[in-house]
């Protein structure tokens, strides 16, 4: 059923990685102009993989195996992009690029923690499901 927990928390790390990252800047550089994900290509396209993860996963709520290992590759593909976006901001010399960091870079811990908290409940229901079957 598409109205169980793990569904709202799919929407909400939908909504951080998919429709928050389109408002908020990943950092401002040391011009004073935001940078946004949109402006290097493979940001663009680890974000986009994430979020079609979490919207093919929110789909798929009937099948609970699918779901799950969906969500742990959305997992991966989000430590992915913020080890890219912390490597980004740590590895500029001086911080003559990247002057301020903004919350965009923070988005994918909300997806992660998300998505942990998906796969518990996607968890939980797969065991409530065992413990029916074990009782016909």
């Known amino acids: 059923m598409i109205q ?7 929407f909400l790390a ?9 408002f908020v800047p990943l950092w401002t550089t ?9 402006q290097d290509q ?9 979020t079609m993860l979490s919207i093919i996963s929110i789909i798929s ?3 609970r195996q699918n779901q799950f ?8 593909l989000n430590l992915i992009l913020l080890g890219l976006f912390v490597y980004r901001s740590l590895n500029l010399s001086g911080g003559t690029e990247v002057s301020e960091k903004g919350i965009g870079m923070f988005m994918p811990i909300v997806a992660i923690v998300l998505l942990v908290l998906a ?3 996607i968890k939980k229901d797969e065991d409530l499901v065992k413990s029916v079957d074990r009782l016909r």
């Open 30 to 38: 040391s011009a004073g102009k935001p940078f946004f994900f949109m």
């Open 14 to 22: 939908f909504a951080a990685t998919g429709i928050l990252m389109l």
């Open 61 to 63: 709520f009937k099948k």
């Open 42 to 50: 493979l940001y663009t396209v680890l974000l986009g993989l994430t």
């Open 119 to 121: 796969n518990k409940a």
């Open 4 to 10: 169980r927990i793990q569904s709202v928390y799919l």
């Open 69 to 76: 290992v969906l969500n742990r590759l959305n997992i991966i």
